[in-house]
């Protein structure tokens, strides 16, 4: 009996950033350390309003440093009983841009994984967040000359993956996304039919956090970005 071996041509291969591409949890959960610090006084669980305030205003600030800070403001207000010290506004607003202004931190073997990859296939980055911010971040990573499209985009769900492979002309079947959140990056892509190489980081952001059924998704998990390779050739046989 001949035994037929599942075989995908890979014809895109997307990429997330944050947390993919370089370091960007660890700078919210530092920001969130100090600011929590400042308040830890009064009787509120810092952390847990925070998270629920986020979670109210993503629908109006969508994602990034800047909806951040203005969920900190809120958060801190709420602590303090709308008493807010004018100066914690002030050391908020600072780390804000203390945030953005940080320096990009690209990830251990990204750059050779890239520049690899990006001989035989065509690269896509797609990531979410503040526009500014993003664009900021893959000028300075010097990344995106291994990229042939770049999408910045608001939400990151099986609506947006679908129009990305519209707009390139790429059947699902086709497509692999590999990046470090289950919800974002992975489930949207494999609930269209595509494939995903989930590459977990060391922080994942509580409102990224999914439950999942290994068994009826079509994930990989990796240990780290030079798996990619090996993993990629192994597929395609
Ligand atoms: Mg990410």
Redo the contacts with the bound molecule.
Sequence with gaps: MIRMNKRYEIELIGF?????LWE??NIFHDAQKQISKVLENHNYNFNRELFNIEKKNLEYYGYGIKGFILSLIETSLKISNKKLDNQIIKEILDLGKKMLSKKVKVLPNIKTTLEALSKNYNLVLI?KGDLLDQEKKIYSSELSKYFSYIEIVSHKNEKTYMKILEKYNIKPKNFLMI???LK??VLPVTNIGGMSFYIP?ELTWEL?KVEVDQMSTNYVQLENISEILTRLKSLEI
């Design positions: 997330d950033a944050d947390d993919t960007n949890e990531t990046g470090n959140s974002s990056d980081f990224e």
